[in-house]
């Protein structure tokens, strides 16, 4: 007998039809003898949806407000799979956040979980009911409903599965697994069986859109293990934990992203104090800056480039320009046709020829790399947003992951 949380997302639980098949599939589980404890999303598209009616009515709605009505949609979805359950004779009961001990600061639309009392959620699974909480919400300790923010559901199964002690925590979604590349771009992608965390979080932070990095940070913090599974097929998914991956892959995945762009400040003084100058400024405008390259100065001035997301794009040329005379800088360009490929893996700590191979490969498809960052296990490139396809494809080729890690090469 397991103790389990199982989140399902949006598409999972997007109409009637799915949410009787979730249900059947709790009924199961239920008669192996597993506890089971549900954190739903709301269904389908309906918080997209939510936000847009915000935004017909009012032009810059107040956040408690937002709140209120997002929470809606994961309120809807607990109550109708409830109701699914019962119907199949399994006892369920749906809370909101607020009933199932979700305390949160109150920073409405993004709010972070100070403390969690499950009490209700316990004695429900005592009383041998199926509790199916509303995910990604809370209430401030005013006593105001709160959103944990876009894809928060995967927190609150986490931080659920975590205080509840369960063995694990299941996110089902619409994929059936994490891969070694985006599967829409390599045919041959690779459903990995086992992925650390460290590794899924560089791979979250570099373009993989699924899980909630959020909720992948608090798992690792927590040790809670996570499956990511699908809900269409019900196969088996990818297994995340702490543990060194089994499959003593150098390389796990490939990555990309193609939601940045680059800005380069060149011309300016090679003195202390200019980078503190320019990215306190962009900081304070609220501007995500990512990959930072400085050059070697050449005559006393130096170009320093970065990326942000593309949406920030303005917001950080204005902040540049407004500093191009205190910093003496020549001239700030701006290039949104960019995208970022990284490596990811664990093993290329111990494995030094891993950015050559990187290097090489991308050379030999004819592609410029325009700025590289790393950490111990991820190597980044910059590149021609039109490149970005053939060069995920290159890598993925190069690095074997197609293969099973164990036929792989083992060094480069
Ligand atoms: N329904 C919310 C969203 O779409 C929360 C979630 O799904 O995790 O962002
Ligand atoms: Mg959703």
């Given amino acids: 007998m397991a103790r389990v949380v199982e989140k399902f997302g949006g598409t999972s639980v997007a109409g009637p039809d799915r949410i009787r098949i979730v249900a059947d599939h709790v009924a199961r589980r239920r008669n192996h003898g597993d506890e089971v404890v549900l954190v739903v999303s709301a269904m389908g598209s309906e918080t997209d949806e939510l936000l847009r009616m915000a935004s017909d009515v009012a032009a810059d709605p107040p956040g408690r407000e937002l709140d209120m009505l997002i929470t809606g949609g994961e309120r809807k979805a607990c109550a109708l799979m409830a109701m699914a359950l019962s119907d199949l004779g399994v006892p369920a009961a749906s809370f909101t956040g607020s009933q199932a001990g979700f305390r949160t600061d109150a920073s409405h639309t993004a709010a972070k979980i100070v403390e969690i009392t499950p009490r209700r959620v316990v004695e429900a699974v005592e009383r041998g009911l199926v509790p199916v909480v509303g995910g990604s919400q809370g209430v401030s300790g005013d006593g105001d409903v709160t959103f944990f923010g876009r894809g928060g559901s995967d927190t609150t199964a986490v931080a659920l599965a975590h205080v509840l002690d369960a063995d694990y925590c299941e996110i089902y979604t619409d994929v059936p697994g994490v891969f070694s590349a985006d599967p829409r771009i390599v045919a041959e992608a690779r459903r990995m069986d086992l992925v650390s965390f460290d590794e899924l979080l560089e791979m979250t932070a570099s373009g993989c859109p699924k899980p909630a990095m959020r909720a992948v940070e608090l798992a690792r913090t927590y040790g809670v293990e996570l499956h990511v599974r ?183």
């Fill in 230 to 412: 699908s809900a269409f097929s019900w196969m088996p998914g990818t297994t995340v934990t702490g543990e060194e991956a089994m499959e003593h892959a150098i390389i796990s995945a490939v990555t990309h992203d193609g939601s940045e762009a680059k800005m380069t400040v060149s011309g300016v003084a090679d003195k202390p104090g200019v980078a503190g100058r320019l990215f306190r400024a962009l900081a304070d405008s609220d501007v995500n800056v990512d990959m930072i390259v400085q050059n070697v100065s050449s005559q006393g001035v130096t170009d320093i480039s970065f990326t942000v997301p593309r949406l920030q794009l303005d917001a950080a040329r204005s902040v540049a320009q407004g500093l191009i005379d205190e910093l003496g800088a020549d001239n700030v360009a701006a290039d949104d046709d960019i995208a970022r490929v990284s490596l990811i893996g664990a093993g290329m700590q111990t494995n030094p020829g891993v950015a050559a191979r990187m290097f090489e490969t991308l050379a030999s498809a004819g592609i410029n790399i325009e700025m590289i960052s790393t950490s111990a296990i991820r190597i980044s490139c910059v590149i021609r947003a039109g490149d970005m396809e053939p060069a995920v494809g290159a890598l993925h080729q190069s690095f074997e992951l197609h293969k099973d890690p164990a036929e792989r090469a083992t060094g480069y």
